[in-house]
């Protein structure tokens, strides 16, 4: 799997791209090294991994990743990761996630992280499952729906914040700052990998 990764790492695009600048980031990080065998194997081989999932975790525990990585020759490569952890979903001989390389701009990645900067995405408190609007007299609910998960890492550290069902939330109680930035961040990383790659 390691391996798999690492030559999916070569497929990169362009070079030249700025140096990353990670600003206040550290003051807001945790240190923390993924214990998602993919997941880690990424952070180690990239200086920069900004990933935007989406979790099931009412019937099946899967989580579906669109990623943008930055390695230390400035290179950015895309990836689609898909893993289900649902018990006994692994047959004899079979892998409960595949992972799919995307080649993408290094100029457009560039101005995601920019953007990523600029807007201190890293400071971005999530709902943590609960308060999801801001007055409690309100007819939004929903049952069984999705946790939506924007991480930004770095060899030794990330950030991770989650918002329960974001979309549906922020169309029927619009009005949270942290949300409507959180959706705007991970439209950024989907629409990059789903523009400039390949499903």
Request: charged fraction near 20%; proline fraction near 3%; include cysteine.
């Amino acid at each position: 799997m390691i391996g798999f990764v690492s030559a999916a790492l070569a497929l990169t695009c362009c070079s030249n791209s700025k140096q990353i600048s990670i600003s206040d980031f550290d003051e807001y990080a945790r240190e923390e090294q993924l214990t998602d065998s993919v997941m880690h194997s990424l952070q180690q081989q990239n200086d920069l991994v900004l990933a935007y999932a989406t979790e099931n975790n009412a019937w099946a525990k899967s989580a579906t990743y669109q990623i943008i990585a930055k390695n230390h020759d400035g290179n950015w490569m895309g990836y689609f990761y898909y893993v289900n952890n649902t018990p006994g979903v692994v047959r004899s001989g079979g892998s409960n996630f595949n992972i799919n390389p995307a080649v993408v701009s290094n100029s457009a990645c560039d101005s995601v992280w920019q953007f990523f900067q600029q807007q201190q995405v890293w400071k971005i408190k999530g709902d943590e499952g609960k308060n999801f609007c801001a007055s409690p007299n309100n007819n939004c609910t929903i049952n069984d729906g999705q946790t939506m998960r924007l991480l930004i890492i770095t060899k030794t550290k990330i950030t991770d914040a989650s918002f329960y069902e974001p979309v549906f939330f922020e169309n029927c109680c619009p009005g949270k700052a942290d949300r409507k930035l959180f959706l705007e961040a991970g439209e950024k990383i989907r629409a990059m990998v789903a523009t400039h790659g390949s499903r």
